[in-house]
C-alpha cells in the first residue's frame, strides 16, 4: 500500500482511499464511469481503448499497434478480457483502473 499526498491540503493518505480523508480531494478522474470503462473494454478492447479511456496511453497505444497483426491479437484479444474481468471486480474502487490525475 502506497501513501500519496493530497495536493489540497497536503496530508498524507493510502492511495487506495478514494478521496483524502481531510478535506475530500479526489486525486483520480471522477468524471470517468468504469461502466464507460467495461463497455469500451468489451467492445474496442483489442484495440486499447480502454486503456486511452483510463489514461493508460502507454499500454493503450501498445495494445493499437499489437493488435495490428494477427500474432499481436492473439496476445491483446486476452489481455482485453484480462482488463474487462480487472474491470468487473474494481467496479467499486475505481481508483485501481484509472491512471492518477498528473501533477
Ligand atoms: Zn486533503
Redesign the pocket.
Known sequence: MAMIY?R??G?RYSDRALA?P??G?REFDLSKSVAVYLILCWFFGVIGVHRFYAGKIGTGFCMLVLSCTIFGMIITVPWALIDFIVGVCNISTPQNIFAFKKK
Open positions: 493530497c489540497e491540503c496530508r483524502c481531510k478535506c480531494y
